[in-house]
């Protein structure tokens, strides 16, 4: 879902940055996102502050993908190195090929979707074999609270925790580790590796 001129605001100021920066980012590397020479997609990329965070582990490849093309167009300064951006609905990574991604990055989008669970299902598909999601959410008892002033959400998204943990597994996915920061919660989560 587009978000709205006040969302985008919020999404894009040095307020945000830092709180993504000192903690969402830093709580995704206490779980387990540090490892270099891995394959990254980030899914609602936003204006591509985490490709910077994220560049800091040296990661052989990053794609981070938007539905908004205004967000997208925010990227084209950015120069990292195997660093690609493209305009792309979460709920359809026909782009990307079975097993061709080591992490999922996600910082608070799934909540905006109504289709979280195809999203879940998508990621599950790009995942490796023994690959990690890292993502944090906000659920829907928190975005009610904020839409009774703002109007973010659609009404059709939303989750409780209880359901997006439910959601993750439901996908095939482990979920290793959560993490409660706020009204948010973090989550580490793994497509098994049979073979192992
Ligand atoms: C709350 S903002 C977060 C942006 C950024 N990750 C951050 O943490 O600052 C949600 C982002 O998800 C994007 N988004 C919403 N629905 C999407 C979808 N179906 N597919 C891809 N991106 C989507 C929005 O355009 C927006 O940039």
Redesign the pocket.
């Known amino acids: ?3 709205t001129t006040l ?2 605001w ?3 100021n040095p307020v ?2 830092c709180i ?1 920066k000192r903690f ?1 980012f830093r709580l995704f590397q206490e779980m387990g996102l540090t490892r270099p020479g891995k394959r990254i997609l ?6 591509g ?2 490709a910077r965070l994220l560049s800091t582990i040296k990661p052989a490849s990053y794609v981070g ?4 093309p205004e ?1 997208i167009e925010r990227t084209k300064g950015i120069d990292l190195p195997n660093t690609e951006f493209a305009v ?4 359809d990574l026909s782009a990307f090929e079975d097993a061709s991604t080591d992490y999922v990055v ?4 799934l909540h ?2 109504p ?1 979280w669970k195809t ?1 879940l299902s998508e990621i599950e598909r790009v995942l490796a074999p023994g690959g990690s999601l890292f993502i944090e959410e906000l659920q829907k008892a928190s975005t009610k609270m904020i839409d009774r002033l703002f109007h ?1 959400h659609v009404p059709e998204a939303g989750f409780s925790y209880a359901e997006f943990e439910t959601g993750m597994m439901d996908a095939g996915l482990e979920v290793l580790e959560t993490r409660a920061y706020g009204f948010f919660n973090s989550y580490c989560a793994q497509k098994p590796d049979n073979q192992t």
């Open positions: 879902m587009r978000l969302e985008f919020a999404m894009n945000r940055r993504q969402e980030e899914i609602g990329c936003g204006s502050y985490g993908i938007d539905l908004m967000q792309m609905d979460a709920t996600v910082f608070g989008i905006h979707i289709a999203v973010w």
